[in-house]
Nanobody, 122 residues
Framework: VQLQASGGGLVQAGGSLRLSCAASERTYSDYGMGWFRQAPGKERESVAAIAWSGVTRYYADSVKGRFTIFRDNAKNTVYLQMNSLKPEDRAVYYC????????????????WGQGTLVTVSS
C-alpha cells in the first residue's frame, strides 16, 4: 500500500489547514489510518486516527477540539481538518495505516506515507 499525503503549508496562528492522505488500495485486513507528527528535536507523536468503519476515532489531548479526522472510504482517503492552529503544531505530519487501537493507548502506525510540512507563524 502506498500512502500519498498532501495539504501542508504555511499558515498564521489561528488559521486552518486540511491534510489529505490517499491510500493506493485498501484491503480487508486494514483497520484504519492515522496522522502522526514530528516537530524538530522531538519524537514522533500520534495526532489523530480513525478506523475505516468510522466507529473509532482517536485524538491526542493537544489537538482535541481543534482537529477533526474523517474519511472517504470510496476514495480510500483520510483527511485531517486542523483549525485554530498554534505555533506548537508546527511539524512534519505523516499518515500511516494503523493497527486496532486498544483502550487507553495511542495508535500504532505502519506503512508510512511521506511527510507534509505544516508551519504555523505566530
Amino acid at each position: 500500500v502506498q500512502l500519498q499525503a498532501s495539504g501542508g503549508g504555511l499558515v498564521q496562528a489561528g488559521g486552518s489547514l486540511r491534510l489529505s492522505c490517499a491510500a493506493s488500495e485498501r484491503t480487508y485486513s486494514d483497520y484504519g489510518m492515522g496522522w502522526f507528527r514530528q516537530a524538530p528535536g522531538k519524537e514522533r507523536e500520534s495526532v489523530a486516527a480513525i478506523a475505516w468503519s468510522g466507529v473509532t476515532r482517536y485524538y491526542a489531548d493537544s489537538v482535541k477540539g481543534r482537529f477533526t479526522i474523517f474519511r472517504d472510504n470510496a476514495k480510500n482517503t483520510v483527511y485531517l481538518q486542523m483549525n485554530s492552529l498554534k505555533p506548537e503544531d508546527r511539524a512534519v505530519y505523516y499518515c500511516a495505516l494503523i493497527r486496532p487501537i486498544l483502550s487507553g493507548t495511542s495508535p500504532t502506525g505502519y506503512s508510512w506515507g511521506q511527510g507534509t510540512l505544516v508551519t504555523v507563524s505566530s
